[in-house]
């Protein structure tokens, strides 16, 4: 049984068909993406996914649990995390106390106790603290570590937005085009960061319009046009798919990283 | 512990200036009166600068508070504390019920219904004359007595103004520095991201909301005590733009400059006072000139000027 199942998933704003009648599995431990033109339905995919927007039809079963009906933060407690392709970061906040708000889930410590400094939080706090020096570590953001969030690149923002989804230590976790705007050499750290990702077991749902990167990384791709299924295997059989070609600007793809 | 390194200056500068200064009109008066806006601004702050949510009407719940305690202790003999107690309880009561649809808007729209809230509050006080007074206000409130310790000189209200307001900052610098003050600081920057991080907004703003009401109410509580007066003109909506203005004029976001805020905030007009007929205008320019100057509030803008003094001494040490 895979990880994430989706079934006749629809969703639909006035008018616009956002999903339409949409089926896929994400098994454990893979990288599994999503690709598709613009105005695909992906952003939208992953805003049901994670309780952000409610379908109007079809099941979401995560760990065989219905996430449909929950809300964002409930759907975070069952192990999935996420980036967003416009960032969401806490501009207001440090690169170190963005990281520690991922450890949200992993500590329990009320506001009494916070306000009194009780011993159960310092010692949260302490290990809040590892959690998200390793978090930022990982990443390669250990330079960036005092500093405010307001002040950072584009691309080590994009490096920190999954460094937060990571402190969480979800079992699922979604990029929306991590590698959107990234230079050549930024877009190869990501590509490594994904890989390094995945290689410490968690489940990486991907949507990215780096061809290159997507063939480079996913285990199995799922194509979608205007919501539905175009394609739906392995990078190979996704490259040579016609109709996948014929719906990426008319049979032309660029497969240069 | 270096999120309090401000937090034990203060405690220093509280215990020197009553010492330095004994029986100063402008420590043991103005200073109390300072405190008890520092204590407001403070706990508007933790809503307003750290949780990004407006409120226009935060003088109501200094109203409820300092209410309770007067109608208790006067009209139906209550012994202080357990009035203070009661103003808690009814305050709490009222933020937790209207706090969860009021903070379901955003923006102006949050505004104006905090605003409302505030006014309601007000003409509530107004309007119940027999219970409140009226306009006329009510009087006759007797002070707090603390284990036969009465509070009835200046000296004694510095005392105690001063460690409740030094007590709420810590608290609320400990709250900052923690889990929850994350969760509120992450509300501000982006609810969809602290909500996909565990973070339930909904919660977390009712919460904020409701503490920081408390506190407003504690300190209408010691108010109606130390002033043995209240009247409906200490609750009205002016007021509650009195205390956003300190917490914008400090700067959003830092509990020391909130305090910096309602300092300035009521020491300025003392000090105008010998320009008359000018008072009003001058005290406008001022703040004005300051939100131009030093648009991210006081306190952050004299720490970049201090760091940027800084850089170019060591500068010029260097060469
Ligand atoms: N909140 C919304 N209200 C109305 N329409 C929406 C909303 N969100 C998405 N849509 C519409 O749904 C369709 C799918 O949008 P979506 O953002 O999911 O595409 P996408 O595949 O992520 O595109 P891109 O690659 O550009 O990010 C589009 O036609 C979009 O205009
Ligand atoms: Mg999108």
């Known amino acids: ?257 | 512990m270096s999120h309090l390194r401000g937090f034990y200056l203060l405690v220093a500068a509280a215990l020197l200036l009553p010492l330095i200064f004994p029986d100063n009109y402008y420590v043991t008066v103005v200073g109390v009166t300072a405190a008890l806006h520092a204590i407001l601004a403070v706990s508007l702050n933790l809503l307003m600068g750290y949780a990004g949510q407006i409120s226009l009407g935060h003088a109501g719940f200094f109203g409820i508070g300092a209410y309770a305690s007067a109608i208790l202790t006067t009209r139906y003999g209550w012994n202080p504390w357990p009035a203070m107690l009661f103003g808690l309880v009814l305050t709490g009561v009222v933020a937790f019920t209207l706090g969860r649809p009021i903070l379901r808007l955003k923006g102006h729209y949050l505004a104006m219904a905090t605003l409302g809230l505030g006014i309601i509050i007000n003409i509530l006080l107004v309007q119940t004359g027999s219970l409140t007074g009226g306009p006329d206000g009510l009087g006759g409130i007797p002070t707090l007595s603390l284990f036969g310790w009465a509070v009835d000189s200046d000296l004694r209200w510095y005392t105690v103004i001063v460690s409740v307001l030094l007590a709420v900052v810590w608290l609320v610098l400990n709250i900052i520095n923690s889990r929850s003050g994350r969760a509120l600081r992450a509300l501000h920057g982006s609810e969809v991201a602290a909500e996909m991080m565990g973070i339930n907004t909904t919660t977390t703003k009712t919460g904020v909301f409701v503490l920081a009401a408390l506190i407003a109410s504690l300190a209408g509580s010691l108010f109606a005590h130390q002033q043995a007066f209240v009247s409906p003109d200490s609750f009205s909506f002016f007021f509650s733009i009195e205390l956003v203005t300190m917490v914008v004029l400090g700067g959003m976001a830092s509990t020391y400059g909130a305090i910096m805020g309602a300092i300035i905030l009521t020491f300025l007009p003392e000090l105008l006072v010998v320009f008359e007929d000018f008072e009003v205008l001058i005290f406008g320019a001022i703040l004005m000139s300051m939100m131009i100057f030093l648009p991210q509030g006081l306190f952050v803008g004299m720490q970049k000027l201090w760091r940027r003094v800084a850089t170019e001494e060591s500068r010029r040490g260097a060469a």
């Not at chain 1, 440090?94 to 916070?114: E, F, M, P, Q, Y």
């Not at chain 1, 691309?155 to 079992?171: D, F, N, T, Y």
């Not at chain 1, 991590?178 to 050499?185: S, V």
């Open chain 1, 1 to 257: 049984m895979a990880l994430l199942e989706v079934h006749g998933l629809s969703k639909s704003f006035g008018g616009v068909t956002a999903i339409a009648d949409l089926d896929f599995g994400v098994p454990e431990g893979q990288v599994y993406s999503v690709i598709g033109p613009n105005g695909a339905g992906k952003t939208t995919l992953f805003n049901m996914l994670c309780g952000i927007y409610s379908p109007d039809e079809g099941s979401i079963r995560f760990l065989d649990r219905e996430i449909i009906g929950r809300l964002p933060h409930q759907v975070a407690e069952l192990g999935v995390s996420r980036t967003f392709q416009n960032l969401q970061m806490f501009f207001n906040m440090s690169v170190l106390d963005n990281v520690k708000v991922g450890c949200h889930l992993r500590t329990r410590g009320r506001i009494w106790s916070n306000a009194l400094r009780l011993p159960g939080t310092r010692r949260e706090e302490k290990q809040a603290e590892r959690w998200a020096r390793e978090a930022i570590l990982f990443c390669g953001l250990d330079d960036y570590l005092e500093s405010h969030a307001d002040a950072l690149p584009y691309g080590v923002l994009k490096r920190l937005e999954i460094a937060r989804a990571l402190a969480a230590s979800p079992r699922l976790l979604l990029m929306d085009e991590p590698a959107a705007g990234l230079n050549d050499t930024e877009t190869k750290q990501m590509r490594s960061l994904i890989r390094q990702i995945s290689g410490t077991g968690i489940t990486v749902l991907l949507v990215e319009h780096n061809m290159g990167l997507v063939m480079d990384v996913s285990d199995r791709i799922l194509v979608i046009d205007y919501g539905s299924r175009l394609a739906e295997g392995p990078p190979e059989a996704i490259q040579n798919d016609p109709r996948v070609i014929e719906a990426y600007l008319g049979g032309e793809i660029e497969y240069a990283v």
